[in-house]
């Protein structure tokens, strides 16, 4: 797959039904899947966590994503009072 800039959004044309494909990138892109029963899945692909899926023909669309919130830096946990 191409480069995806911050905001920008690619849709993955390239799966193989019956056959596996692992999706990584080499920081945090979100995923949106819509099956054509109407299923939405959802989820985040990490450096260390790619996306492993073996499409069956029902994959409607398929698109990645990077927004600002999967590219915020380490940031401090503070305790509610």
């Given at each position: ?17 019956g ?5 990584k ?6 995923y949106?899947i ?17 996306l ?18 999967s590219?915020?830096?380490p ?7």
């Amino acid at each position: 797959m191409d480069t995806i800039d911050i905001g920008e959004k690619k849709q993955v044309e390239t799966l193989i039904n019956g056959k596996t494909a692992t999706i990584k990138f080499n920081r945090p892109c979100r995923y949106v899947i819509e099956t054509t029963t109407g299923t939405v899945i959802e989820g985040l692909i990490t450096p260390n966590n790619p996306l492993i899926i073996t499409p069956q023909g029902d994959i409607k669309k398929f698109d990645i994503f990077v927004d600002k919130e999967s590219m915020r830096g380490p940031t401090k946990i503070e305790k509610d009072s």
